[in-house]
């Protein structure tokens, strides 16, 4: 049995409707008359109904939900903090069979009054002798996900979807047609079927795939590349590796790294991977689809492409609701996003970053120039080329964020402070480490506590002590910090200075006077002055 569920999201789907004229109170009566409610919960469903605003199919049954709730706990059904779990239970012989007769006798009403159609009423008959369901809930709360989803689903608004991403050139004149036909027809069953009208998109299931690596990985990777000619690759190769500094409670993480030649260079990604979960259906840790694909968005970046592959998701599935065992791939030019960052769009995309400047190539002479100005002079070979490694395996979005992977070059952190013991002990701490030691303070100390108004902070540097308060506005940075540091710093004559990056948070570098000129002439950082992404 499937858990279900209910978040804000489902309830907020099922109160916005379309007013479709009709009027409550004769509705009421009907569904007195076939014995759904008594006299007694009229003015309750009235009510509801009347909080929702609009009557429709999908808020009169949603309302029956309610009241049937109610009745049996005493309680208001909320979908925020109430989960109601079937998967667990199961029912004797003789208990399913009266579960059955009932439902099949609620669901008769239901079609008797027209609030389902022929093929609800089918497939709800179906998994009812199925013996799916174990109480009169879980047929409910399945039945309006089915009926929202069906509207969500209809002929009126599949079709404007096609116009669009025809409009939008996703879709050639030809397979515009088909859609169009199919729609009619009413051929589509899941937001994924629309994937196969696309030339520049592929659907993944990962139920029709192996479940070994050395079988499915590649065959994922090569039906990705299908939909643009320049991401055919040679050279397909893959490793697994533990990643021991991300294990907790005993669960050690693995990592598969991937790599490809394209083009005659040879690209890697790293992603998550669960080699011994995979055995059992657990789709969720046999590709990471979030990362894997984005080994061909860096050729597309190096071949100056104005495409990008995205991953394709879709906001809401009925009958397919294992999440993480269907995704898609789309190539899409950055002037066909617009259409899909609506709600009611049924594909959720990925975002990318379409800025083709940072190429392999760039990112190569980058590296080349932070070692010639010394940048990595406290690193031995071994780390310089493990965090050159590491580059390559993972998608850089900017030269900032490049330098992430060398140790104590730079060091980052939010406003809001997260280390609530002693915050301004720890950042002096990382200020010392990215000067590699000519900022080298002794006796550090703070009596940071929330409840306090103030916080004093102290430490010894050049044979001098320093001490000065803070103030502690819950769990903010007093921005002061910043300036009482660089006080000392001018002070005190160092070679370097502690410049802020561009980026979210508070980013800082150290820096000599000629090492931040000449970045900064060659635009090899971004600096927090100069306000660009």
Same mark, same amino acid.
């Given at each position: 049995?499937?858990?279900?569920?209910?978040?804000?999201?489902?309830?907020?789907?099922l109160i916005i409707n379309v007013a479709n004229g009709q009027n409550m109170k004769p509705k009421i009566e009907e569904l007195i008359a076939v014995k759904l409610i008594d006299t007694e919960q009229k003015e309750e469903m009235i009510k509801l109904l009347s909080r929702y605003?609009?009557?429709?199919?999908?808020?009169?049954?949603?309302?029956?939900?309610?009241?049937?709730?109610? *009745?049996? %706990? &005493?309680?208001?059904?909320?979908?925020?903090?109430? =989960?109601?779990?079937?998967?667990?239970?199961?029912?004797?012989?003789?208990?399913?069979?009266?579960?059955?007769?009932?439902?099949?006798?609620?669901?008769?009403? /239901? !079609?008797?009054?027209?609030?389902?159609?022929?093929?609800?009423?089918?497939?709800?008959?179906?998994?009812?002798?199925?013996?799916?369901?174990?109480?009169?809930?879980?047929?409910?709360?399945?039945?309006?996900?089915?009926?929202?989803?069906? $509207?969500?689903?209809?002929?009126? #608004? +599949?079709?404007?979807?096609?116009?669009?991403?025809?409009?939008?050139?996703?879709?050639?004149?030809?397979?515009?047609?088909?859609?169009?036909?199919?729609?009619?027809?009413?051929?589509?069953?899941?937001?994924?079927?629309?994937?196969?009208?696309?030339? #520049?998109?592929?659907?993944?299931? +990962?139920?029709?795939?192996?479940?070994?690596?050395?079988?499915?990985?590649?065959?994922?990777?090569?039906?990705?590349?299908?939909?643009?000619?320049?991401?055919?690759?040679?050279?397909?190769?893959?490793?697994?590796?533990?990643?021991?500094?991300?294990?907790?409670?005993?669960?050690?993480?693995?990592?598969?790294?991937?790599?490809?030649?394209?083009?005659?260079?040879?690209? #890697?990604?790293?992603?998550?991977?669960?080699?011994?979960?995979?055995?059992?259906? @657990?789709?969720? &840790?046999?590709?990471?689809?979030?990362?894997?694909?984005?080994?061909?968005?860096?050729?597309?970046?190096?071949?100056?492409?104005?495409?990008? /592959?995205?991953?394709?998701?879709?906001?809401?599935?009925?009958?397919?609701?294992?999440?993480?065992?269907?995704?898609?791939?789309?190539?899409?030019?950055?002037?066909?996003?617009?259409?899909?960052?609506?709600?009611?769009?049924?594909?959720?995309?990925?975002?990318? @970053?379409?800025?083709?400047?940072?190429?392999? *190539?760039?990112?190569?002479?980058?590296?080349?120039?932070?070692? *010639?100005?010394?940048?990595?002079?406290?690193?031995?070979?071994?780390?310089?080329?493990?965090?050159?490694?590491?580059?390559?395996?993972?998608?850089?979005?900017?030269?900032?964020?490049?330098?992430?992977?060398?140790?104590?070059?730079?060091?980052?952190?939010?406003?809001?402070?997260?280390?609530?013991?002693?915050?301004?002990? $720890?950042?002096?701490?990382?200020?010392? *480490?990215?000067?590699?030691?000519?900022?080298?303070?002794?006796?550090? !100390?703070?009596?940071?506590?929330?409840?306090?108004?103030?916080?004093?902070?102290?430490?010894? =540097?050049? &044979?001098?002590?320093?001490?000065?308060?803070?103030?502690?506005?819950?769990?903010?940075?007093? $921005?002061?910090?910043?300036?009482?540091?660089?006080?000392?710093?001018?002070?005190?004559?160092?070679?370097?200075?502690?410049?802020?990056? @561009?980026?979210?948070? =508070? %980013?800082?570098?150290?820096?000599?006077?000629?090492?931040?000129?000449?970045?900064?002439?060659?635009? /090899?950082?971004?600096?927090?002055?100069?306000?660009?992404?």
């Open positions: 049995m499937t858990k279900l569920i209910n978040n804000l999201i489902l309830i907020s789907f605003g609009q009557l429709t199919k999908r808020t009169i049954i949603y309302s029956l939900f309610q009241i049937e709730y109610k *009745k049996e %706990t &005493g309680y208001k059904y909320s979908g925020l903090d109430t =989960f109601l779990d079937f998967e667990k239970e199961k029912l004797k012989n003789n208990e399913q069979n009266q579960i059955n007769t009932i439902l099949l006798e609620y669901l008769k009403k /239901l !079609k008797k009054l027209e609030l389902i159609n022929q093929k609800q009423f089918q497939y709800q008959s179906d998994r009812i002798v199925n013996n799916e369901y174990i109480h009169l809930f879980h047929f409910l709360l399945d039945l309006i996900n089915q009926v929202y989803f069906e $509207e969500w689903m209809s002929v009126e #608004k +599949l079709d404007n979807y096609r116009k669009k991403l025809f409009e939008n050139r996703i879709i050639s004149k030809k397979e515009n047609e088909l859609l169009k036909s199919d729609i009619k027809n009413d051929k589509l069953e899941s937001p994924f079927q629309l994937i196969d009208y696309c030339e #520049k998109a592929r659907f993944f299931d +990962l139920s029709k795939y192996s479940n070994s690596p050395k079988n499915y990985l590649e065959q994922i990777h090569k039906l990705t590349s299908e939909v643009l000619p320049e991401l055919n690759f040679t050279n397909f190769k893959y490793e697994i590796k533990i990643d021991s500094s991300d294990s907790y409670n005993g669960y050690i993480p693995h990592d598969l790294i991937v790599s490809i030649k394209s083009n005659g260079k040879t690209y #890697k990604m790293k992603s998550f991977i669960s080699p011994h979960g995979i055995e059992g259906n @657990n789709y969720f &840790g046999k590709i990471d689809n979030q990362e894997y694909y984005k080994i061909f968005n860096k050729v597309l970046k190096d071949t100056q492409s104005p495409y990008q /592959l995205h991953l394709i998701n879709s906001n809401y599935n009925y009958k397919q609701r294992n999440t993480h065992q269907y995704f898609g791939i789309v190539a899409l030019k950055k002037e066909q996003l617009e259409m899909f960052r609506y709600l009611n769009s049924y594909w959720e995309l990925s975002y990318e @970053n379409f800025n083709n400047s940072l190429t392999t *190539k760039k990112i190569n002479k980058a590296i080349q120039e932070y070692q *010639k100005l010394g940048l990595f002079n406290h690193l031995n070979n071994n780390q310089i080329n493990k965090s050159i490694e590491d580059i390559k395996e993972k998608m850089t979005g900017n030269l900032n964020e490049l330098l992430s992977s060398f140790p104590d070059i730079k060091v980052s952190f939010d406003y809001e402070l997260y280390n609530l013991e002693n915050p301004y002990e $720890e950042i002096v701490s990382e200020y010392s *480490k990215i000067s590699h030691q000519e900022f080298n303070p002794t006796n550090i !100390k703070d009596n940071f506590r929330l409840q306090k108004e103030k916080v004093s902070l102290s430490f010894n =540097f050049n &044979g001098k002590s320093y001490k000065t308060e803070f103030k502690i506005n819950r769990d903010w940075i007093d $921005e002061r910090f910043f300036d009482f540091m660089n006080k000392i710093i001018i002070q005190n004559k160092l070679n370097g200075q502690f410049y802020k990056l @561009n980026g979210e948070g =508070f %980013t800082l570098i150290y820096l000599t006077p000629e090492q931040y000129k000449y970045i900064k002439e060659k635009k /090899l950082l971004v600096f927090a002055d100069e306000n660009k992404s």
